[in-house]
């Protein structure tokens, strides 16, 4: 478990400042699945030969509020030669359930019936990135709130994720008691967060360890939910060279 201090953050800001990886060219794509199609945008990184990847899922609005947050982590993973996936998981009834449901405990009851669906859905496009001609075969999952839920019950039911990171989300509660298998895992979660609390990242990292998976807790003093969705923050450019060095260590590694 990490916590950090203003002093590491101001450090990690200039280390980030001074490499700020260029925005990697975007490219729409999707793939077939089960109930529909997965809206993709690619990232595609300039380094040669076969490469990682890793898939990005958003919170509860999508990506398209702050689609600038999300290219951050995507521009700084193809920068250290990970390719990244943005990954719209909703179904077009996901996204007429949210527009109309206008309670937090309607959404969260919604939820709870749709992650196994999510899951899959995720799980269909990772076997399409990894049949690509440029994948390595390795792949990881990142994942935001929502997607962070998801993400983790995708890594839980598909032992080909090589990875895990979540941000301010944990492992759903119905799934939680049968997960037997988790990859490798770094939560970061802000310890002022009152739409996900602290402890539900802690449990995500206590079971992660309790099956035996190396797992890390990076707590941010202070901070709320989506702290790193702040453009002039240090602890965003924390949580992205956090998130970044994570991926590289573990999905290019040799």
């Known amino acids: 478990m990490h916590t950090l201090s ?5 450090g990690g800001l200039a280390c980030v400042a ?7 060219a975007k490219e729409k794509l999707s793939v077939e699945v089960g109930d529909g199609r997965v809206a993709l945008s690619r990232y595609a990184s300039a380094h040669a030969g076969k490469r990682p990847a890793v898939l990005l899922l958003h919170g509860s609005r999508g990506f398209d509020l702050r689609l600038p947050a999300y290219e951050r982590y ?3 993973l193809t920068a250290d030669g990970i390719d990244a996936y943005l990954v719209r998981y909703y179904t077009p009834a996901d996204e007429h359930a949210f527009e109309t449901l206008h309670t937090r405990e309607s959404r969260e009851a919604y939820e709870t019936g749709r992650f196994e669906a999510w899951a899959g859905r995720v799980s269909s496009v990772l076997t399409a990135v ?21 993400a983790a019950a995708a890594a839980a039911r ?3 994720v090589s990875a895990l990171a979540v941000l301010y989300g944990g ?6 008691p ?5 990859p490798p895992l770094i939560e970061l979660h802000g310890e002022a967060d009152r739409n996900v609390p602290l402890a539900s990242g802690e449990a995500l990292v206590k079971l992660g360890k309790a099956i035996g998976a190396p797992a890390e807790l990076v707590k941010y003093p202070g901070k709320g939910h989506g702290f790193d969705f702040a453009d002039n923050d240090p602890m965003t450019a924390d949580a992205i060279s956090r998130v970044s060095g994570f991926f590289q260590s573990r999905l290019t590694a040799a």
């Not at 203003?6 to 101001?10: D, W």
């Not at 049968?178 to 988790?182: E, N, P």
């Open 178 to 182: 049968d997960v037997k298998h988790l």
């Open 171 to 176: 492992m759903p509660e119905k799934i939680a």
């Open 158 to 160: 598909d032992a080909r």
């Open 130 to 150: 990894l049949a690509g001609a440029d994948s390595s075969g390795r792949i990881g999952l990142l994942g935001f709130s929502l997607g962070g839920y998801v």
């Open 74 to 76: 995507a521009n700084a």
């Open 6 to 10: 203003r002093r590491s953050l101001l």
């Open 18 to 24: 001074a490499s700020r990886p260029l925005a990697a």
